[in-house]
């Protein structure tokens, strides 16, 4: 498998089409910033996903989701738990207050209906919920002391096309467990190292369907690289290596994009080379901090992303890390 080394290649950062990264004189609300190159220029939609009566979004250490219907889902560690909006960022509920929390998410359509895996860091289980936040399946840590390096330290879930589930303690052990569509456990593999096989901080799933049977992807952030395994725990190959922390993945077409904690997001070919840098900071003090507040914030620019999702348009919606609470809807153009 090729190896892509990400950041020594001459993309730099692709800056804001305006001096001041958007933000009007005069004025409160910002203009669009332009982002990317060529194919991959997008626009950020200044104010998208405010709350209606101008609180803060609550901390933000999670993901988000785009439905087939253009919802977007987007997990907090406050207590509106997941707040749904409208693709145009108009706010239509909260749902799953049980579920505060969850540190990633996948989509899945299953009998019909979308339904939403939650590996939910604080409870240390996976839930897999509708879209009306109703629990229809849970992993629980009583049920799994038998898995391998133990349940602590839940980061990440997703679900393959035949249902198995599959879940990383990211911040535990450093293993995958791989249970059955009822939740019960397969197998374990992975375990702490830089090694084939081995992670460190496996902080994000998704599943890859673009090599013919599907692969398992693995955010192994702390190795900043991206891995393949077999859906039987088998190591393929290393898919990028050189990212800036990366924490979180998704896929659409032959395309990847990453979220790097180290304040940018990355879009990566099927060979794993870059083909566009997203939002780079060039002020390294604010990279992967947890506590930059909003006044500090530039449009087009990143702190620190964790979670990502294209929607079925290609546009990208980006959650930072931050006490606050950040999400960003960059618009293809």
């Given amino acids: 498998m090729k190896y892509a080394l990400i950041g020594l290649l001459g ?20 203009h669009p910033t332009t982002v990317g190159n060529g194919a991959w220029t997008f626009e950020t939609v200044p104010g998208w996903g405010k709350l209606p009566d101008g609180k803060n979004l609550g901390p933000t ?30 706010f239509v509920k909260t749902i799953a207050p049980e579920c505060v929390g969850f540190h ?16 939910q860091l604080a409870k240390g289980r996976v839930c897999k919920i509708d879209t009306e936040g109703k629990i229809l399946l849970e992993i629980p840590n009583a049920n799994t002391g ?25 911040y535990g052990a450093q293993f995958v467990h791989k249970f059955d569509a009822t939740g019960k456990l397969i197998k374990s593999f992975g375990g702490k190292g830089a090694g084939d096989g081995q992670f460190n901080t496996c902080h994000g799933l998704a599943i890859d369907n673009r090599f013919g049977e599907p692969r398992l992807l693995v955010a192994d952030r702390e190795n900043r690289r991206l891995v393949h395994t077999d859906l039987e725990g088998k190591f393929i190959g290393v898919y990028a290596k050189g990212l800036r922390r990366p924490c979180m993945v998704d896929i659409m077409g032959d395309h990847c994009a990453v979220a ?15 083909v566009a840098f997203l939002g780079d ?5 604010q990279w992967a901090n947890f506590g930059v507040p909003p006044v500090e914030w530039k449009d087009g620019i990143f702190t620190a992303p964790h979670g990502l999702c294209f929607d079925q348009k290609g546009n990208i919606y980006v959650q930072d890390w931050n ?4 999400v960003t809807k960059l618009l293809k153009k």
Wanted: hydrophobic share 35%; net charge negative; aromatic share 6%.
């Fill in 11 to 30: 993309l730099g950062m692709f800056a804001s089409a305006h001096p001041d990264h958007g933000t009007a004189p005069g004025k409160d609300v910002p």
């Fill in 146 to 170: 038998e898995v391998q390096g133990g349940w602590n330290g839940l980061t990440a879930v997703t679900a393959a096309p035949d249902g198995s589930i599959f879940a990383s303690t990211g």
């Fill in 323 to 326: 006490s606050t609470g950040r």
């Fill in 260 to 274: 790097e904690l180290e304040a940018r997001v990355t879009l990566l070919d099927k060979e794993g080379n870059p």
């Fill in 61 to 90: 250490h999670g993901s988000v989701l785009s439905g087939a219907d253009g919802r977007v889902y987007f997990s907090t560690d406050a207590a509106m738990s997941i707040i749904v909006y409208e693709a145009d960022g108009k």
């Fill in 281 to 285: 900071n060039p002020v390294q003090g």
């Fill in 104 to 119: 990633a998410m996948a989509l899945r359509t299953e009998n019909g209906k979308e339904v939403i895996y939650g590996a």
